[in-house]
């Protein structure tokens, strides 16, 4: 059974930074995309970031949103995916879900095969 599992949201004010973890089990890790999708309420699920496959090469791509403010990273060994989130925006308050697919990376929602729970961010002073 694979289960992913969100952690590090939380309360940080404008221009702080977080570190979000996604800790995948129950399926072969480094064959996987992973991806970072967040949903703020009355709105769509919208593409964060995303990372492919170990063996391909680990390449990312990012929403214009975001590009330069968070960065997606995987470390193989423990099966967690992180996205680290600096220069917070109120506009980034949403729920942060990271999401799997094999091999390739994807901007689409609907190409994941597995989800996570999610895991709140609020940026407020």
């Known amino acids: 059974q694979v289960q992913l599992v969100e952690s590090g949201g939380g309360l940080v004010q404008p221009g702080g930074s977080l570190r979000l973890s996604c800790a995948a089990s129950?399926?072969?890790?480094?064959?996987?995309?992973m991806g970072w999708f967040r949903q703020a309420p009355g709105k769509e699920r919208e593409f964060v970031a995303a990372i492919t496959w170990s063996g391909g090469g680990g390449s990312t791509n990012y929403a214009d949103s975001v590009k330069g403010r968070f960065t997606i990273s995987r470390d193989n060994a423990r099966n967690t995916v992180f996205l680290q989130m600096n220069s917070l925006k109120p506009e980034d308050t949403a729920v942060y879900y990271c999401a799997a697919r094999q091999y390739i990376r994807s901007m689409v929602p609907n190409e994941y095969d597995y989800w996570g729970q999610g895991t709140q961010v609020t940026v407020s002073s």
């Open positions: 129950g399926l072969t890790f480094s064959r996987y995309a």
